[in-house]
T-cell receptor
Framework: EDQVTQSPEALRLQEGESSSLNCSYT??????LFWYRQDPGKGPEFLFTLYSAGEEKEKERLKATLTKKESFLHITAPKPEDSATYLC???????????FGSGTQLTVLP | NAGVTQTPKFQVLKTGQSMTLQCAQD?????MYWYRQDPGMGLRLIYYSASEGTTDKGEVPNGYNVSRLNKREFSLRLESAAPSQTSVYFC?????????????FGPGTRLTVL
């Protein structure tokens, strides 16, 4: 059974204070690992897909990395508008649907 | 280009009432999904449809039925609502091909069952 665990559950940062969110996973053959951003009252919005260990992707202040057991979402010099819940999900070679973690709620204080 | 739309946005039901949540997409994607999201539990798959004319159970299908009306529309029906079905429901679509390998989500339906 595929499993995804995200940590921490909640994170409060000062504006400009860089940090990382963790997504640990257990799958029987990884087809892809996905990061989403979710704002209150809205649906998840796609950020990145990573396919193999060592892969990295960047978008503005966000950088996602992948190892064989976990993925990190690094946030550099965050701004208040980066406040949201960040979701991680995996798609295994044996499954036809995504398995989601419970998310990390990020708050960036001005 | 509206992407994925869901109706209604909010709904309050009494225990035992029935209702249908509607989802429509204009992205020509083959696969469509219904999730529920509860605090601390992440997104859980209820049902999905890999293509028009097919549907399959997900992780939490009990108490729900689905219909893939055509390629654009995928509805979720609660025949006899229960308080445990109070949740936020999201519809999502999934295109083919590695280059666009992600799910696209609708804005959600907030359902309260009293």
């Amino acid at each position: 059974e595929d499993q995804v665990t995200q940590s921490p559950e909640a994170l409060r940062l000062q504006e400009g204070e860089s940090s990382s969110l963790n997504c640990s996973y257990t799958v029987s053959g990884l087809r892809g690992l996905f990061w989403y951003r979710q704002d209150p009252g809205k649906g998840p919005e796609f950020l990145f897909t990573l396919y193999s260990a060592g892969e990295e992707k960047e978008k503005e202040r966000l950088k996602a990395t992948l190892t064989k057991k976990e993925s990190f979402l690094h946030i550099t010099a965050p701004k208040p508008e980066d406040s949201a819940t960040y979701l991680c999900a995996v798609l295994s070679s044996s499954a036809r649907q995504l398995t989601f973690g419970s998310g990390t709620q990020l708050t960036v204080l001005p | 280009n509206a992407g994925v739309t869901q109706t209604p946005k909010f709904q309050v039901l009494k225990t035992g009432q029935s209702m249908t949540l509607q989802c429509a997409q204009d992205m020509n994607h083959n696969s469509m999904y219904w999730y529920r999201q509860d605090p601390g539990m992440g997104l859980r798959l209820i049902y999905y449809s890999a293509s028009e004319g097919t549907t399959d159970k997900g992780e939490v299908p009990n108490g729900y039925n689905v219909s893939r009306l055509n390629k654009r529309e995928f509805s979720l029906r609660l025949e006899s609502a229960a308080p445990s079905q109070t949740s936020v429901y999201f519809c999502a679509t999934y295109p083919q091909g590695r280059g666009t390998d992600t799910q696209y989500f609708g804005p959600g339906t907030r359902l309260t069952v009293l």
